[in-house]
């Protein structure tokens, strides 16, 4: 079983970044491959980035891309979603993931385990 917890969500002006942050409580945590997904209001979790257990493979919506970075430091057990350029569609519960796959993928029933998510809201 793995713990994750997600923080670092708050609210932003649009054009402005954030850096969320997800914190895994198992040792093997090196081991999965992590995601970040998001869910608005009223609509399905839609996937947002993935990165493979060693960092070296990573893998974006388009929505996102070339705005947002996925990283992860194993030795800290944790994967970072870095958001720039946001924007107010970009409003939503973000939500980490961790998946027993060795290459990231986007399908949310790839991810066994999940965090409680944290609020990201763009509004000027």
């Known amino acids: 079983q793995v713990h994750l917890g997600e923080s670092g969500g708050g609210l932003v002006l649009p054009g402005g970044s954030l850096r969320l942050s997800c914190a895994a409580s198992e040792r093997t945590f090196s081991l999965y491959t992590m995601a970040w997904f998001r869910q608005a209001p009223g609509k399905e979790r839609d996937f947002v980035a993935a990165i493979s257990w060693s960092g070296g493979s990573t893998y974006y919506a388009n929505s996102v891309k070339g705005r947002f970075t996925i990283s992860r430091d194993n030795a800290k057990n944790t994967v970072y979603l870095q958001m720039n350029s946001l924007k107010p569609e970009d409003t939503a519960v973000y939500y980490c993931?961790?998946?027993?796959?060795?290459?990231?993928?986007?399908?949310?029933?790839?991810?066994?385990?999940w965090g409680q998510g944290t609020q990201v809201s763009v509004s000027s």
């Open positions: 993931a961790a998946s027993g796959l060795r290459s990231p993928t986007p399908v949310v029933n790839d991810y066994l385990y």
